[in-house]
């Protein structure tokens, strides 16, 4: 009995100790005698609150003008100690670029998939090329410049100039008025080479100096080339392929505009302003319907090495028109 009693007056003791625990924290929380909420009154709450604004208020001032000053201290165009070319930097490949982009909800993708006929489908398509190609355009700043100049192999930019790319150059249905294509079943991919200080490209000047994995229906136009104007002309040149044997049969025919590559008088990139990437566009007339197609692109020069894995010297995008 006496067992009992000690148990019993023990768990009462427990009891009480955790109601009292239980009363501390409400107390605690809010306090209806002293008005205290987490142990400040309202004013004290108002007041440690404004001074956390000013401090804060302060705070941001001071980086923004920290900030200000620093960038003030940045010349634009200067150009890095090591660069690309020659210049000691890791990066001595350059990488190539495709547009139109998959949708921000897939941007890791690569795949352009759009339904044919279908205006609200292709929006998104046409509209990403009609802003990639605003800057090219005759009417932009940016081609019209004090800068821009008009280019040949002859005839190469001078210091601080650039050469002019329009995108009225682009023809067939690789055009912003034929909306690219994608609602004429011959949609058009615009290619670009990544830009990379001072590297010039190490262009091919004989038939001898073509690369044996290089398509043979290129080979064929740099050798028609150099048979009827004596000579290759100096361009980073840019083949496009299924990747794989059914892609190559579903790929339909392909059409380069302007030309079937990228002139080498536009590099090196120097950071002039003004300065556009020349631009490659890919038509593919009659690619398969209802099949997707791994397409890869490439681009030929000397100096330009083709890694899969890092994504050198070529691009990878897939097409699949329902």
């Given at each position: 009995?006496?067992?009992?009693e ?38 004290s ?9 000013i ?10 003008v ?18 690309p ?28 998939w ?27 700043e ?25 995108d ?6 690789c ?7 994608y ?22 000047t004989?038939n001898?100096e ?5 398509p ?107």
């Amino acid at each position: 009995m006496a067992a009992e009693e000690g148990s019993g007056s023990g768990g009462g003791a427990f009891m009480k100790r955790a109601s009292e625990r239980d009363d501390s924290f409400k107390t605690f929380v809010w306090n209806s005698e002293t008005k205290q909420f987490l142990g400040r009154t309202g004013a004290s709450w108002f007041k440690i609150g404004v001074f956390y604004i000013i401090f804060y208020i302060f705070l941001a001032g001071f980086f923004a003008v920290m900030m200000t000053v620093f960038y003030q201290t940045l010349d634009t165009s200067y150009l890095p100690k090591y660069t690309p070319g020659g210049g000691g930097s890791l990066l001595r490949n350059p990488a190539m670029g495709f547009r139109p982009l998959p949708r921000h909800e897939n941007v890791e993708s690569t795949l352009i998939w759009y339904k044919n006929g279908d205006n609200d489908d292709i929006k998104h398509w046409v509209e990403s090329l009609n802003k990639f190609i605003k800057p090219y355009e005759g009417t932009s700043e940016v081609t019209s410049g004090q800068h821009v100049t008009d280019c040949n192999e002859d005839k190469l930019p001078k210091e601080n100039e650039v050469c002019q790319f329009e995108d009225k150059w682009l023809k067939g249905k690789c055009q912003k008025a034929e909306k690219w294509g994608y609602d004429k079943e011959s949609p058009c991919i615009l290619l670009k080479l990544n830009k990379m200080i001072r590297w010039e490209p190490e262009v091919y000047t004989s038939n001898d100096e073509l690369p044996s994995n290089m398509p043979l229906s290129l080979q064929n136009i740099i050798k028609d080339y150099n048979s009827t104007e004596g000579k290759v002309p100096k361009m980073i040149w840019v083949s496009c392929e299924g990747e794989n044997p059914a892609d190559q049969e579903y790929i339909g025919p392909i059409t380069y505009y302007p030309w079937q590559g990228f002139p080498a008088y536009f590099f090196p990139y120097l950071n002039t302003p003004g300065y556009l990437p020349p631009i490659v566009a890919v038509e593919f007339q009659r690619p398969m319907s209802n099949v997707l197609i791994n397409i890869e692109c490439r681009a030929w020069a000397k100096n330009i090495v083709h890694d899969r894995q890092n994504r050198l010297g070529l691009v990878h995008f897939e097409l699949l028109k329902d």
